[in-house]
């Protein structure tokens, strides 16, 4: 099936441009993450969608930064204003109801230029 | 505060021998511990993943190796194979919490 897609691949952008990024996750998955991954390093958490609950937020490094999800379906992850520091690779995951396996996309790399 | 300690940050092995990274966590409720594998331009792979109950997992030429006293735990890849080269992550998950914490990687580079 299907895996967990993200759009668009790459992005580059101006500093102080808003820009969004999209996450299919896997059909029946209802668990969503965010996470970023700067050159050489770890992946970092952002924010966590679990079905209709009230998402976790508590990754997101500043008010920059948002994320919406439409029920168990796609989600968008919005910076405003980007920062050279913003420049990194953002890649979203996906669990099924039961079990913790995570699940990634390829992930969006961002430019701020 | 970093959650998990991965080493090496690099490894090079020769076609055919063992290849191993090691991690190490603080964070005694921790209770899945998977290992990632990514490859240049693309997300992480589920590779393979083990619970404290058991002390070691083995899945083809892939084995972890889990220390619960000493929190500590291993990928062991044997015969390794140039196609492994790639950047290895460990990371640990709590039940019940959100998210996975990462180590900080292991690139490594098998020779032919």
Known sequence: GAGVSQSPSNKVTEKGKDVELRCDPISGHTALYWYRQRLGQGLEFLIYFQGNSAPDKSGLPSDRFSAERTGESVSTLTIQRTQQEDSAVYLCASSPPTGNEQYFGPGTRLTVT | ?112
């Not at chain 2, 390794?80 to 460990?90: H, I, L, N, R």
């Open chain 2, 1 to 112: 505060q970093q959650q998990v300690k991965q080493s090496p940050q690099s490894l090079i092995v020769q076609k055919g021998g063992i290849s191993i990274i090691n991690c190490a966590y603080e964070n005694t409720a921790f209770d899945y511990f998977p290992w990632y594998q990514q490859f240049p331009g693309k997300g992480p792979a589920l590779l393979i993943a083990i619970r404290p109950d058991v002390s070691e997992k083995k899945e083809g030429r892939f084995t972890i190796s889990f220390n619960k006293s000493a929190k500590q735990f291993s990928l062991h890849i044997m015969d390794s194979q140039p196609g492994d080269s790639a950047t290895y992550f460990c990371a640990a998950f709590q039940t019940g919490a959100n998210n996975l914490f990462f180590g900080t990687g292991t690139r490594l580079t098998v020779i032919p």
